[in-house]
C-alpha cells in the first residue's frame, strides 16, 4: 500500500511562498504518479498538479499555472509543490494523492491512495 504523507502547509500573506513535501513509500515502484488536490468546504476536490511517473511531465491547473510548481526527489520517495504568489484564493486543504497523471488533467477517481491533507490558509 501507497501512504502519502503530506506536510509544510500553514498560514502566509497573499504574495507570499509555501512549500508542500509529500512522502508516499513506493510509488514508483507500484506504477502510480502522485499529485495534489485541493478542497474547500462545499466544493468538489480540485486537482491542482501531477507529474507523471513515465517521463516527468507535469500537469497544472489553469488557476495556478505560472505561480505553483512541482517537482519530485525520486530517492526520496517525495514530491513538491512550490507555490508563489498566493493569494487568498488558494486558501484550502490540499491532498497528495497517488494515482494516474497525464498533461490532460486530473481526475479524483484515478487515485487509489490519499494522505490526510494540510491546511493552507491565505488570508485576504
Known amino acids: 500500500e501507497v501512504q502519502p504523507v503530506e506536510s509544510g502547509g500553514g498560514l502566509v500573506e497573499a504574495g507570499g511562498t509555501l512549500r508542500l513535501s509529500c512522502v508516499a513509500s513506493?510509488?514508483?515502484?507500484?506504477?502510480?504518479?502522485l499529485g495534489w488536490f485541493r478542497q474547500t468546504p462545499g466544493k468538489e476536490r480540485e486537482g491542482v498538479s501531477c507529474?507523471?511517473?513515465?517521463?516527468?511531465?507535469?500537469y497544472y491547473a489553469d488557476s495556478v499555472k505560472g505561480r505553483f510548481t512541482m517537482s519530485r526527489d525520486n530517492a526520496k520517495d517525495a514530491v513538491y509543490l512550490q507555490m508563489s504568489r498566493l493569494k487568498p484564493e488558494d486558501t484550502a486543504v490540499y491532498y497528495c494523492?497517488?494515482?494516474?497523471?497525464?498533461?490532460?488533467?486530473?481526475?479524483?477517481?484515478?487515485?487509489?491512495?490519499w494522505g490526510q491533507g494540510t491546511q493552507v490558509t491565505v488570508p485576504s
Open positions: 494523492a497517488a494515482g494516474y497523471c497525464d498533461r490532460n488533467g486530473m481526475r479524483a477517481y484515478e487515485y487509489d491512495y
Open positions: 513506493g510509488f514508483a515502484s507500484r506504477g502510480y504518479s
Open positions: 507529474i507523471a511517473k513515465s517521463d516527468g511531465s507535469t
